[in-house]
């Protein structure tokens, strides 16, 4: 007999709620007007409800959004290096993406291609290289970014170094003459360097480079200074991207303005940067200044774009002070005492190695944390 | 103007009501009254089937301190006591009456004294059989908060008038409408409590609002008006006392701990009117909005009035309605069920449509960082989103899952749309033993401490 009950009971439980529905257009609710064809209409189609927990509304913004407006804030970064180096540097550009491109879309998960982080692994990648690179070792340089400063740590959001580093890295320590031979700025944007054109596993040593001196390697190796207003514009010898620094800047602060970067690490960069010099130039004058140091080199595209790329940097704002302070100091000890004229590149895959624990000791105290500890004692 | 850290700037999609007077809604001709409308202990049913009930009789009785009584919105004959569709997605005890359709449903002897003269323990259980509990969505019994603890010294009442949450205006169109109302409410609030000072507290986008509290503050009564950032979760109890007075709630404590009882504007509208009219709490006003409603509005709905009788009401939903949310946006429920009852604590009904709910795919964690940046009570939400999905959750427990309150900041701002706190709500459901049993302990290693 109960269960008889409960079956009785459950059609009816069934059926009751749906009775606004058949007497839609019928009910007391009626008298204030609400009847008509609109409930009507409404009755037809009810709509088939949809279930979620809460929020049930979400912010514009996405990774891919995110991603995608980086490319874009990267376009005039590299109009202005093809304005300098020519066709070479869009070449090379491409072959670096390319190779992060291909190695993405055949091992990486289905469909990563979209969320843009690939293509700017490889644009960044051939930012930091020489306009006079064979194409092919640009191309190696992305598919080694990608596969093994990315995929191999289990894909976006895992890998620990900054993936585009990485792929340099790994160029400067198989090639360290095609990464440090740095040819003369193009005189036609038309311009294609013999070098690039090497074919795969050949050095480019028969192709006769006109090559030019980066600022860096002036100071470092020739004592000799650079005009700052040059270094500001861009039309000093270096890698694609090291050259246009204001340029760099006012695409950073767009991204910093739209929260796609955290712009309290370009900022400590910066800051410790021109302290530290500033500083030591002080104290022995032969030493170049801060200005210099801020404006040469890979710097500010090391500090907008590279440092600031969110998963290899701090997710607390504390930590991402000190992850720029660490990288400003250790770029400048590396560019005045190390081998190499250049020391951003080390000095963030240095710093990447530390976020998970800078991570760790600058997490913020729960909120009533520590009341609830004070009263505790 | 006061404010507290973190928290997030979700669109305020306030206008589509903000300036729609509160109307009435007609009787339905069916209620469904859940005896289980507030935290605590259900009602204990006090009619059954076949029973004729006059507006404002007591149905259910309250069983113990923390639970609270529920009554007849409307006269009528009990149908059935019995399981139905419940808001929170579950079936509960509930009393069904068929509503008479030629009662004047009219003004009847009062029920709840006069308040004058009433001594605070009064006050207190005349509320508690008032059946008024928190109407600003959780439905805590609102007489338990007038009655501390002994220990315990209360010297403030914060009135929230916050409203953070997207689309709901109801608390809004009570403080302009019905200003004197909350004035009256902290009042008796005050006498009960024995505290001579109160503060209100409202987002600055509702100047309307502030400016009619501010115009009837009774010149006997120190009751401040206090604007506060647009910013959610502004109306959280613990940021309401972070920004209104500087007082940090510790972890795993209530306001009173601090001196404070915190209490929805809208509660306290509704124990003045309780006061005010002689009826119970058997009505409420429901802000049913969204792009999925034909016409939105502000509305006096009788509780236990099912879903579907509001929406028809106001017109019907359009044909890319989605989704029926109870409460806002950012914490709401959605409901599966058109024939379950609006409650005491339903805020707002608010219809989404497809558009306003669109979920793009999720994507891995880029570690952004927003959700650290979004979360008012500091945790680390992408932390803990990776222990919940390794069902780590006695690892999340350490991280303090227990202090998030599930506002949504997080997963509102997560770029990559991972549903952080979407887990952490099933976290802390699958977890809620082991933390009871934990704060059991508590006390007695406190004690052993000391």
């Known amino acids: ?377 | 103007m006061g404010s507290f850290r973190h928290g997030v700037h979700p669109p305020e999609l306030k206008e589509l009501t903000s300036s729609l007077p509160i109307r009435r809604m007609p009787f339905p001709e069916l209620l469904a009254i859940p005896l289980r409308q507030h935290a605590g202990a259900p009602a204990r049913a006090l009619v059954k089937r076949g029973d004729r009930v006059e507006r404002g009789d007591k149905v259910g009785q309250a069983v113990g301190f923390i639970s609270s009584s529920v009554h007849a919105s409307a006269a009528g004959t009990v149908r059935d006591v019995r399981l139905w569709p419940h808001p929170d997605g579950s079936m509960a005890e509930t009393v069904v009456i068929d509503v008479d359709p030629v009662s004047p449903q009219g003004l009847r002897p009062r029920i709840v004294p006069e308040w004058a003269g009433l001594t605070p323990e009064q006050v207190v259980a005349a509320i508690q059989d008032a059946g008024v509990v928190g109407l600003g969505g959780a439905a805590f019994p609102a007489h338990v908060k007038l009655a501390p603890p002994p220990d315990t010294h209360v010297d403030v009442i914060v009135a929230n008038g916050a409203e953070c949450e997207p689309y709901l205006t109801s608390d809004h169109r009570t403080m302009v409408e019905y200003p004197e109302r909350v004035h009256f409410g902290l009042r008796i609030m005050m006498h009960a409590l024995g505290v001579d000072r109160a503060i209100i507290g409202v987002e600055a986008n509702k100047p309307d609002a502030i400016e009619a509290l501010r115009s009837t503050v009774p010149e006997d009564l120190d009751i401040q008006i206090e604007g506060l950032r647009v910013k959610y979760p502004q109306g959280a109890e613990k940021m309401m006392l972070e920004s209104l007075l500087g007082r940090r709630v510790p972890s795993g404590k209530l306001p009173m701990h601090v001196g404070a009882v915190v209490q929805n504007v809208g509660s306290i509208a509704a124990i003045a009117e309780v006061f005010e009219t002689g009826y119970p709490l058997i009505e409420r006003i429901v802000t049913v909005t969204g792009p999925g409603i034909r016409r939105p509005a502000n509305l006096i709905v009788p509780v236990g009035t099912r879903i579907a009788d509001v929406l028809e009401f106001c017109g019907g939903m359009t044909p890319d309605a989605e989704r029926i949310v109870f409460g806002g946006p950012m914490m709401g429920n959605a409901q599966p069920e058109p024939g379950a009852p609006v409650l005491k604590g339903t805020t707002g009904i608010v219809v989404l449509t497809g558009e306003a709910i669109a979920r793009e795919r999720e994507l891995a964690c880029i570690r952004c960082g927003r959700c650290l940046e979004a979360c008012p009570v500091f945790l680390d939400p992408a932390d803990l989103g990776r222990l919940a999905r390794a069902g780590r959750y006695d690892e999340m427990l350490e991280m303090h899952l227990s202090d998030c309150m599930l506002c949504g900041s997080c997963s509102y701002v997560c770029p990559s749309h991972i549903p952080l706190s979407q887990m952490f709500g099933l976290a802390k459901s699958m977890t809620r033993k082991v933390e009871r049993r934990r704060k059991e302990e508590e006390p007695s290693a406190a004690g052993a401490a000391a």
């Open chain 1, 1 to 377: 007999m109960s269960a008889d009950r409960t079956g009785g009971d459950r059609e009816r439980l069934r059926g009751e709620p749906e009775r606004p529905r058949e007497t839609a257009g019928g009910g007391p609710a009626d008298g204030a007007g609400a009847g008509g064809p609109a409930t009507e209409g409404t009755d037809a189609e009810t709509p088939r409800l949809h279930l979620a927990p809460s929020p049930h509304i979400h912010s514009p913004d996405s990774t891919p959004r995110i991603m995608w407006t980086v490319v874009a804030t990267l376009v005039p970064i590299i109009g202005v290096s093809t304005w300098f180096f020519g066709l070479s540097a869009l070449l090379v550009l491409a072959s670096a993406t390319l190779g992060a491109l291909l190695v993405e879309r055949t091992l990486g998960e289905r469909g990563s291609l979209g969320d843009g982080s690939a293509v700017i692994t490889g644009l960044l990648l051939g930012l930091t290289l020489p306009a006079g690179i064979p194409l092919w070792m640009a191309f190696l340089g992305g598919a080694f970014a990608i596969g093994f400063g990315k995929l191999i740590f289990g894909g976006l959001g895992q890998n620990i170094f900054n993936p585009a580093l990485l792929g340099r890295a790994f160029l400067q320590a198989a090639f360290p003459t095609a990464l440090t031979t740095w040819p003369a700025l193009a005189e036609r944007w038309t311009n294609v360097y013999g070098s690039n054109l090497a074919l795969p596993l050949l050095s480019p040593g028969k192709v006769d480079v006109v090559t030019m001196a980066t600022p860096l390697g002036l100071m470092k190796f020739e004592h000799q200074g650079t005009d700052l207003l040059k270094l500001a514009i861009g039309n000093t010898g270096g890698s694609l991207g090291e050259t246009a620094g204001i340029l760099i800047l006012v695409c950073g602060a767009y991204l910093a303005w739209k929260n796609y970067l955290n712009w309290r690490i370009p900022v400590a960069i910066f800051s410790a940067v021109a302290a530290f010099s500033a500083l030591l130039h002080a104290l022995s004058p032969s030493l170049p200044g801060a200005p210099f140091m801020l404006l040469s080199g890979g710097l500010m595209l090391g500090a907008v774009y590279m440092a600031t790329d969110m998963v290899t940097s701090p997710v607390t704002n504390l930590g991402s002070w000190i992850f720029g302070i660490g990288i400003g100091l250790i770029t400048v000890v590396i560019r005045l005492w190390g081998g190499l004229a250049e020391g951003v590149m080390y000095s963030i895959l240095f710093m990447n190695a530390l976020v998970p624990f800078i991570d760790q000791v600058t997490r913020p105290a729960v909120f009533g944390t520590r009341a609830a500890r004070k009263e505790a004692a």
